[in-house]
Structure formats: C-alpha cells, structure tokens
C-alpha cells in the first residue's frame, strides 16, 4: 500500500514537471469502505428488522462494498424510542422506525406512515406516488428539518401492512364491547381509541407479552400474520380480528443523520435511494406469503380464531380520525398543508383506480369463495 502511494506522488510530481495534468487517481488514494452505524425499533427476531438488514445488504452490493450498514436492532446502542434523537446528535448515523413514533414531537408525523384510513382510501403505491409524484417526500425532509429541527433526512422503506385491527381475550361483537378496555397502541391511532372510550397503553413490541400475561392489557395491536406470530401473541390471545382501518397502508423509514448524508458521495447516495424502493418491493411480496403461512398456522397450531372486525367499529374510527384530524388542521398549519395535499392527490387516484381496477375480492370469491356460516340448526358438515 505503501509502494503504492509512493509510486503515485512519483507520478503526480514527474507530470507536474513536464506540465501534463494530473489525473485524478493520481492526485489522492481512494477513499476506503465507510460503514453507517444504524439502529432500528424492531426485536431482532423481527421480519421487520429483515426489512433493515435487506437494505443493508443492497446497499453493500449497489456501492460495491464502499458503503456499508451495520443494521443493529432495538436497543443495542439506544432504547427503541430513542432513535430518533440519536440519529439527530449523531450519536447514530441513522435508524429504521415508523414516522408515528415521533408524535409526541409533531402531530404531521403520523401522515408520513400513511394512517389512518390510507388516508383518503389511498394502498400502498398511491401513498408511494404522493411521496415522489405529489411532492410529499420535500414536505417530509421540511417536516424533520425546518419544522422539527431535527438534522435528519428520511424515505419510506417498509410497508408493513394492511395491519389486522388486533388481538383480544374475549370476543367483540361492536364498538360497545371493547369500551373500557386497555390496549396497546401507538401514535395518533391511540387518541382515537381513547376517543372510541378504548384505554391505551404504549409500549415497545417486546413488552407486549409479558404485558399481556400480567394482565396489564386486555388487547393489543402489533402488525398482524407472521410479526405477530413470531412476537408470540397467539399464545396469550384467541381472539384475531382483521381488518384494520388505522394503518392500512403504513410505510416505516429509513433515517439517516443530514450530515452523514451529505457527507455521501453522490453514486453513494443514488444507491440508498434505489436500495429504499429496492426494499419496499422485495420485502413487501416475500412478507406477504410469509403472512398467509403465518394465519394458516395461527388456526391449526394455536386454535386461533380469525374474525372479521366488527363494521361499525371501523367506521366509528374513521370518523374518530375525521374529527381528530380536522381539530389538529385548524391549529397546525403545517399539519393542514400536508394533509390537504394528500386529499388532492387522493381525489385524483383513488376514484380513477375504483373503476380501472376490478374489486380485490371479485375474482378472489370467484375462485376461494368464503365458507358461508351455517344456518341455526343445520349441520355445517353435509
């Protein structure tokens, strides 16, 4: 290594002398392989973490080895909710959460995860589509940097849902069976509970067991299918009800120290741009079948009971929401100005794809047709 640089100063002086420029190589040895250190919220056993270490392992390939990222998880450097402040001081150079964890800083994060409610009917590409079609992704750094002051830039990488509405010891049959139970929830999505008459409780992901057994809580909501498998929850709860209208389309974020970013060179930074959207679709279609395997197994090895959620409970929310969010509009202007956007854009695509795109459960019913319940006295056995 030495002899090499030697012989490159060697170069450069002998060019210098005979007036020839000098090439760029030449001038000063390559920078070597850099390594972020970044830390997510997610248990380590996490499908969600694998979305973390799947971006990781991009990154590497697409930077040939000169960028690299540690992908620790949940508090190994930092407890989980603590993130955020710490890619902002530096003390990580970046983390993987979810927007809605920040709410307690500004009510406008809960938007960029995309709940509740879509919003305005809006999947997974149509949220995607405002970020980088409708101009939400700037409003996301201008959230983080200019309304925040927090020195961070940030992209969707994770789109962990439709998430199932939650997990119950008895069953519910309405809006007034779950009143004055205590839940697990987070973010907006619980002070729209409350507003339902639910009491809440936040708390990290690996608490919600231990909770749980102590009776603490009487429900929980986590992710749904494989997270909540593998977070052990069918082995404290019976009762599984699907689906949710809080986070139907929710999207985690990659986070990522503003200094450290602009300290990246440009290919380095096109690579963790490619890697987020790499990411988001890789991940989301493996996570899928992972979850339909995860519901199967719920039924024939835990006894778990599957249950469509109540329909009075899920417009009851999205009315909750409806009134939650046109109070926070009216004294947070930029909470309004992000949540108008997302309208406008949502009335643009979401009737469009209600007529181009034929009903989900349409060919679904045609070729898995639900088992109708049996009627009172007959046999459900023919």
């Known amino acids: 290594m030495r002899t090499a640089l030697r012989n490159a100063i060697r170069f450069a002086a002998l060019a210098v002398a005979m007036g020839c420029a000098v090439p760029a190589s030449a001038q000063q040895p390559a920078p070597g392989p850099r390594t972020l250190k970044m830390q997510s ?95 939400g992704l700037q409003m996301y750094w201008d959230m983080y940097q200019k309304e925040m002051k927090m020195n961070v830039v940030a992209f969707p990488i994770m789109p962990s849902s439709p998430q199932a509405f939650g997990w119950f010891k008895r069953p519910i049959k309405n809006l007034a069976d779950f009143k004055g139970m205590k839940c697990r929830q987070t973010g907006i999505v619980a002070e729209i509970f409350q507003k339902m008459g639910m009491q809440t409780v936040n708390m990290p992901g690996g608490e919600i067991i231990p909770s749980a057994q102590r009776g603490v809580i009487d429900c929980a909501e986590w992710v749904g299918g494989i997270e909540d498998l593998r977070l052990g929850l069918p082995q404290v709860f019976k009762y599984h009800y699907v689906p949710g209208m809080h986070e139907p389309s929710v999207f985690g974020e990659v986070l990522i120290n503003n200094d450290v970013w602009t300290s990246l060179s440009a290919q380095q930074r096109e690579a963790i741009r490619s890697a987020t959207i790499e990411t988001i679709v890789r991940w989301w279609v493996r996570w899928q079948k992972q979850n339909a395997e995860a519901m199967a197994e719920m039924r024939t090895k835990y006894g778990t009971q599957i249950l469509r959620t109540p329909p009075d409970i899920l417009v009851a929310f999205l009315k909750a929401w409806d009134e939650i969010a046109k109070e926070e509009s009216a004294k947070n202007p930029f909470f309004k100005k992000v949540l108008d956007s997302q309208r406008e854009y949502a009335s643009l695509v979401v009737p469009a794809k209600r007529f181009l795109f034929p009903p989900y459960s349409f060919a679904a019913n045609y070729y898995w047709p639900e088992a109708k319940p049996a009627a009172k006295g007959e046999s459900k056995k023919k």
């Open 41 to 135: 919220t997610w248990p380590a056993s996490s499908t969600l973490q694998e979305n973390f270490k799947f971006f990781a392992e991009r990154v590497d390939k697409l930077t040939n080895g000169q960028l690299k990222v540690e992908a620790l998880a949940a508090g190994q450097i930092v407890p989980p909710f603590e993130v955020l402040d710490a890619t902002h001081k530096k003390v990580l150079d970046g983390a993987h959460a979810v927007s809605y964890y920040w709410i307690g800083k500004h009510k406008a994060t809960t938007l960029f995860a995309s709940t509740p409610a879509g919003p305005f009917g809006m999947d997974h590409w149509d949220f995607l589509g405002w970020m980088y079609e409708g101009g």
